[in-house]
């Protein structure tokens, strides 16, 4: 009797503890598996009428678990983003998940969870480009995830290049060809100019010229605008302005040979040999142009790379669904081979390229995106390069907003982007300002390495 009442005691423990395990098979009152609702925000969910591929996205996810309710808030304005995420965390009513801005903010607020446990053991995290999980990693931590990746350079017109019996130029060109192609396409008179603007030259110089230099010069210490590589990426800027082989540094009546009023009408009717911009433009060029073009990066080959970023709230109370969640929108090989489902049935728009390497999704993308360039660029996103607006503490204040001190023009007080305009526009010479300017972009940079607790 003993026995039996000993066993009797063990089985009860037993079932105890299988009913206070994880939410996964945990059942509520009915016998089900319990309901979950995580709240989510974006600035690309469209309308509900819309039912855009966001939304459709998110209906598949709470198909494939049922047991996951994503209510979508719709109260944060997307021109205010960072304010009204502000609003929330102080009214308590932060979103499970939701879209940032820019990484650091969320750090130095306290708004975003440690996912680092959660993603480190990840098969669908460990296929996210390695550089690409860098730009979320401060410290040991990672504190967003990858939620939408664009590739970022310059599309050719390979029509105007072989109607001028010129060499096209391709991925992996040398910065000397890439200017002689800028010079060479350039004839005015007919209304056609190699380039839309040079001031791209800027942030992608040092990093076509450098192994060792990130875009603007960034290293994990610092900027090193005081460089050889930036100031001659800053000269060969100049001389395309000075020698006027880009379309907005032309005058008015050198403009009115053109066909259209700003660059992307000019690039679209065929005026201009090069444009830069990212793979967001992608599904517009299908659709609007008449002409054969390719994607070719920048020169030298190496791929840069735009991300958006997810976070998870700190205050969440469903943490793994709220990862899963974000991991099905995001990188994810079965939520991304699904977009790719979506956007073939429902004649939807894929936006942008996906954010893993894993094989099956690329060649899946591949059959609806045959773009040679564009997978050129993934073969070569191991030597990635990361535009780090949204990843770098206080880049936009080290590349654009720190006042200078130095008057330009009508302006007092340019900012950091003016007096490097200036400059491209040989108003004043860089070798004036840039060990001062060097200086200033560090000291954003620290600053706002502080402000999130890093040295």
Same mark, same amino acid.
């Given at each position: 009797? *003993?026995?039996?009442?000993?066993?009797?005691?063990?089985?009860?423990?037993?079932?105890?503890?299988?009913?206070?395990?994880?939410?996964?098979?945990?059942?509520?009152?009915?016998?089900?598996?319990?309901?979950?609702?995580?709240?989510?925000?974006?600035?690309?969910?469209? #309308?509900?009428?819309?039912?855009?591929?966001?939304?459709?996205?998110?209906?598949?996810?709470?198909? *494939?678990?049922?047991?996951?309710? @994503?209510?979508?808030?719709?109260?944060?304005?997307?021109?205010?983003?960072?304010?009204?995420?502000?609003?929330?965390?102080?009214?308590?009513?932060?979103?499970?998940?939701?879209?940032?801005?820019?990484?650091?903010?969320?750090?130095?607020?306290?708004?975003?969870?440690?996912?680092?446990?959660?993603?480190?053991?990840?098969?669908?995290?460990?296929? @996210?480009?390695?550089?690409?999980?860098?730009?979320?990693?401060?410290?040991?931590?990672?504190?967003?995830?990858?939620?939408?990746? %664009?590739?970022?350079?310059?599309?050719?017109? *390979?029509?105007?290049?072989?109607?001028?019996?010129?060499? @096209?130029?391709?991925?992996?060109?040398?910065?000397?060809?890439?200017?002689?192609?800028?010079?060479?396409?350039?004839?005015?008179?007919?209304?056609?100019?190699?380039?839309?603007?040079?001031?791209?030259?800027?942030?992608?110089?040092?990093?076509?010229?450098?192994?060792?230099?990130?875009?603007?010069?960034?290293?994990?210490?610092?900027?090193?605008?005081?460089?050889?590589?930036?100031?001659?990426?800053?000269?060969?800027?100049?001389?395309?302005?000075?020698?006027?082989?880009?379309?907005?540094?032309?005058?008015?009546?050198?403009?009115?040979?053109?066909?259209?009023?700003?660059?992307?009408?000019?690039?679209?009717?065929?005026?201009?040999?090069?444009?830069?911009?990212?793979?967001?433009?992608?599904?517009? /060029?299908?659709?609007?142009?008449?002409?054969?073009?390719?994607?070719?990066?920048?020169?030298?080959?190496?791929?840069?790379?735009?991300?958006? /970023?997810?976070?998870?709230?700190?205050?969440?109370?469903?943490?793994?669904?709220? /990862?899963?969640? #974000?991991?099905?929108?995001?990188?994810? *090989?079965?939520?991304?081979?699904?977009?790719?489902?979506?956007?073939?049935?429902?004649?939807? @728009?894929?936006?942008?390229?996906?954010? #893993?390497?894993?094989?099956?999704?690329?060649?899946?993308?591949?059959?609806? %995106?045959?773009?040679?360039?564009?997978?050129?660029? /993934?073969?070569?996103?191991?030597?990635?390069?990361?535009?780090?607006?949204?990843?770098?503490?206080?880049?936009?204040?080290?590349?654009?907003?720190?006042? #200078?001190?130095?008057?330009?023009?009508?302006?007092?007080?340019?900012?950091?982007?003016?007096?490097?305009?200036?400059?491209?526009?040989?108003?004043?010479?860089?070798?004036?300002?840039?060990?001062?300017?060097?200086?200033?972009?560090?000291?954003?940079?620290?600053?706002?390495?502080?402000?999130?607790?890093?040295?």
């Amino acid at each position: 009797m *003993k026995r039996l009442m000993s066993l009797l005691a063990l089985l009860v423990i037993v079932m105890l503890f299988g009913c206070n395990g994880s939410n996964e098979g945990k059942k509520g009152d009915d016998g089900d598996t319990e309901k979950v609702t995580i709240s989510f925000a974006s600035w690309g969910l469209g #309308t509900k009428e819309e039912q855009n591929i966001e939304r459709l996205m998110i209906k598949e996810f709470e198909k *494939k678990y049922p047991n996951i309710k @994503v209510k979508i808030v719709e109260s944060i304005p997307n021109d205010k983003w960072n304010d009204g995420l502000a609003a929330a965390a102080s009214a308590n009513e932060m979103p499970d998940v939701f879209m940032l801005s820019q990484i650091p903010p969320g750090i130095a607020n306290d708004w975003l969870l440690d996912v680092t446990d959660l993603a480190r053991d990840d098969e669908d995290f460990a296929k @996210v480009p390695e550089v690409v999980r860098e730009s979320a990693t401060y410290g040991d931590t990672i504190y967003a995830l990858p939620a939408g990746q %664009q590739f970022l350079g310059y599309y050719v017109n *390979k029509d105007l290049f072989n109607e001028a019996n010129l060499d @096209v130029p391709e991925n992996g060109v040398s910065i000397d060809e890439f200017v002689d192609s800028v010079k060479n396409i350039t004839n005015i008179s007919k209304g056609q100019v190699g380039l839309n603007n040079p001031l791209a030259i800027l942030d992608w110089y040092p990093a076509a010229v450098s192994e060792t230099l990130g875009w603007y010069t960034y290293t994990e210490e610092g900027y090193h605008l005081d460089s050889t590589e930036f100031i001659n990426g800053l000269n060969v800027a100049k001389n395309i302005v000075t020698n006027n082989h880009s379309y907005e540094s032309l005058t008015d009546e050198q403009k009115s040979n053109f066909n259209g009023t700003h660059p992307g009408e000019v690039w679209a009717s065929g005026g201009l040999g090069l444009i830069w911009d990212g793979t967001w433009a992608l599904s517009s /060029y299908e659709e609007n142009l008449d002409f054969d073009y390719d994607f070719i990066g920048i020169p030298g080959g190496r791929t840069v790379v735009a991300n958006d /970023y997810m976070g998870i709230s700190k205050t969440t109370k469903h943490a793994e669904e709220a /990862y899963l969640f #974000t991991k099905w929108m995001t990188f994810g *090989k079965e939520g991304y081979l699904k977009r790719i489902d979506i956007a073939t049935e429902e004649g939807k @728009v894929l936006n942008g390229v996906p954010v #893993t390497t894993d094989k099956d999704v690329l060649d899946a993308y591949f059959e609806i %995106q045959d773009l040679p360039g564009i997978r050129t660029a /993934y073969e070569n996103i191991e030597n990635a390069v990361i535009e780090p607006v949204k990843a770098v503490p206080g880049y936009v204040h080290s590349r654009w907003e720190a006042p #200078t001190g130095v008057k330009v023009k009508d302006t007092p007080n340019a900012n950091i982007h003016g007096i490097l305009e200036a400059s491209v526009e040989g108003e004043i010479k860089i070798e004036d300002y840039i060990s001062e300017m060097n200086k200033l972009a560090n000291q954003k940079y620290q600053e706002a390495n502080e402000a999130i607790g890093q040295k």
